[in-house]
């Protein structure tokens, strides 16, 4: 689930020429012909945050994603003692919860509009019925879900290494495997950076 907006006025007043130029800027729209984003648009919903809005919680069932049209939102999870640790801020031409389109499970995450924000939002539902309508878009849509997810997964296996050596006290080994990431480009900048200064605190803790 996506929070709705605390306004019910539309401020959303981009035209729908220029949503289809903003979309096909996206990763995931990109290869997507002028006449099928345009019936997309159709059954995406309008919708704008407020900076500090929180867009959807870790735990809430997954049934839509967004596509950042204006402003950045920021990825965030929450430990047990209520400590956030940002995973990656997004912003335009960006997609957030977009795996809920193909698993419907709970967010993994949480995700708060860092400026005030402009989205789209797409239905799981209106997701797959558009794929059986245009089953030739929607296979290049599935092959730019499954790149990312490929991607997603390549980082998460690092991580869970990571971890592992941090949790054995193998705080130096820990260090020199995020250190050999740190040029990778892209939204896990942040997420190395994250990790290392929390292998730094955990350190400094046991030291």
Request: net charge negative; no cysteine; aromatic share 6%.
């Amino acid at each position: 689930m996506i929070s709705k907006s605390t306004s019910e006025r539309m401020f959303f007043m981009t035209t729908p020429i220029n949503l289809v130029e903003k979309l096909q800027s996206s990763q995931l729209f990109k290869d997507v012909p002028t006449e099928d984003l345009e019936a997309l648009i159709q059954v995406m919903e309008r919708r704008e945050y407020r900076a500090g809005e929180l867009i959807m919680q870790r735990g809430d069932s997954g049934d839509s994603m967004i596509e950042i049209i204006e402003g950045q939102v920021r990825i965030f999870t929450t430990d047990s003692s209520g400590s956030e640790a940002t995973i990656v801020v997004r912003g335009p031409g960006e997609v957030v919860g977009e795996l809920s389109l193909l698993d419907g499970e709970p967010r993994s995450a949480s995700a708060m509009a860092q400026t005030d924000v402009k989205v789209l939002v797409l239905d799981r539902q209106h997701f797959f019925d558009f794929l059986k309508e245009r089953p030739t878009v929607g296979m290049k849509m599935m092959l730019t879900l499954t790149a990312r997810i490929r991607y997603t997964t390549q980082y998460l296996q690092h991580i869970v290494d990571w971890i592992e050596r941090v949790n054995a006290g193998s705080f130096d080994e820990a260090m020199a495997a995020l250190q050999a990431h740190e040029e990778d480009e892209g939204e896990m900048q942040h997420l190395i950076s994250t990790f290392i200064e929390m292998i730094r605190s955990v350190k400094a803790r046991s030291s």
